[in-house]
């Protein structure tokens, strides 16, 4: 947590560290603690565009395919939503505004039901 929300000198490094990391978290996820990836999701989402908010969202996505936590997807879904949105690839904008959709009603944040409706209306 401290990684993700602290700006460094060096941040493309970490950015690095974190891309190359983040595989090693998730492959042993049930010492995840939910809270922390929830945290870890919001600092990324509100740091710029970046590969590890990207990647770190996808295994987050991945990691909570099983799961009806839909709580735990609403910023992850919002990360992806937006990555595909600057990359107009609106297909991909659909699948991951569908999926921020269901989150909304776990998630206390008109922040995300403005990205969901705003990368919803760009895709059309």
Known sequence: MKIVSTQF???NE???WLVKNSANLFSKTQQVPLKQLKSINVEL????VSKPAFLFAEFTLNYSKNKKNYSL???PAAT????YQDL?????VNKYNLILK?????VDSSRLELIYYTNNANSL
């Not at 992806?80 to 990555?83: A, F, G, I, P, V």
């Not at 107009?88 to 991909?92: H, R, T």
């Not at 269901?102 to 776990?106: D, E, I, N, R, V």
């Open 88 to 92: 107009k690839m609106f297909d991909s």
């Open 14 to 16: 970490i950015d690095e």
């Open 45 to 48: 989402y509100n740091a710029k």
């Open 9 to 11: 000198n060096n941040q």
């Open 80 to 83: 992806l939503s937006n990555y």
């Open 102 to 106: 269901k989150a909304l009603p776990f």
């Open 73 to 75: 997807k609403g910023y």
